[in-house]
């Protein structure tokens, strides 16, 4: 079908290196690898009595696609229709596949993403099917609007240290209800980023603040905020969103001030090794 076509073409394009070998999502031959056309029969070949015989070929299991911005149109039916094709040749996986969704790019582009479409993709990539896959978010520039939302949806961030991550509330859109209950819904899928941190991304009425109590460092609301000090549990405060302004942090904020990111990595030579990717 053309879009099947469609889908062929653009993985080929999008689906990149990133340090492991990495197969096409619609490859003419399924994934298949060939053997050379003169190569002998295990009965022909001369071998070592205590020689182990090959086991079969090992499927890829690590891929980097990259999301096209704004993601709008039929931009997230495209990439779950590649994605699928990952999941079929990952059925038979001896270990944890990892698929690596890389973001950023032109800042406008961004700023045009459709939230229902951003949506769907981000409950695509949180959603069972991808229960045994390992969701990375590699942010290679900014990431603005409602790119933001299938970011939040990976369970692992990974970013270069220029890279920006926030500003959702951009959007025209951002403070009807059901975008709020849309990014809401994402963040407590995941707790990649903290709700709190989500919510000051998307409303500039928000003030976010970190605050360190007898159980741990937590990111709360000022109302939230307010309760714990009237509680007498709340040993430091530090703002990170203040009121007025949407939070958005760049790569470095993410993983050393934070602690939000998991690595800073300036390549994919990096990114794979912060993988562990052969």
């Known amino acids: 079908s053309s879009q099947r076509a469609f889908v062929t073409a653009t993985a080929r394009v999008l689906i990149l290196a990133c340090g492991v070998s990495l197969l096409a999502a619609a490859g ?3 994934g298949a690898r060939k053997s050379p056309a003169d190569a002998k029969s295990p009965a022909d070949a001369k071998v070592p009595a205590d020689a182990k015989a090959p086991g079969p070929p090992k499927t890829t299991t690590a891929q980097l696609i990259r999301v096209p911005t704004p993601i709008a149109g039929e931009v997230d039916t ?9 999941l079929s040749r990952w059925q038979d996986a001896s270990e944890r596949p990892t698929l690596i969704l890389e973001f950023g ?41 409602h790119a933001v939302l299938p970011v939040l949806a990976c369970e692992q961030i990974i970013a270069h ?19 709020r209950n849309g990014y809401v819904e994402i963040a407590e899928r995941r707790r990649t980023i ?11 009425q928000l003030a976010v603040s970190r605050v360190q109590t007898q159980d741990g460092v937590r ?10 000090q009237k509680q007498s549990a709340v040993r430091s405060v530090e703002q990170v969103i203040p009121a007025g302004q949407l939070g958005n942090f ?27 990717l052969p």
């Open 194 to 204: 903290p709700q709190a941190v989500v919510l000051g991304m998307l409303d500039p």
């Open 161 to 179: 240290p220029d890279a920006e991550l926030g500003q959702a509330g951009v959007a025209d859109d951002a403070l009807d209800p059901t975008v």
């Open 78 to 86: 495209r990439l779950k229709a590649m994605i699928g094709e990952l």
């Open 250 to 276: 760049t790569g470095t904020e993410l993983r050393l001030k934070y602690g939000l990111a998991s690595h800073l990595v300036r390549d994919r030579l990096q990114l794979a090794s912060a993988l562990q």
């Open 28 to 30: 003419d031959d399924g």
């Open 105 to 145: 790019g032109d800042e406008a582009a961004q700023r045009a993403s459709q939230f229902e479409r951003a949506l769907s993709l981000a409950r695509y990539l949180a959603g069972e099917k991808l229960g045994r896959v390992r969701t990375v978010a590699y942010l290679t520039g900014p990431v603005h609007g």
């Open 219 to 228: 990111f709360v609301l000022s109302a939230e905020l307010d309760e714990l």
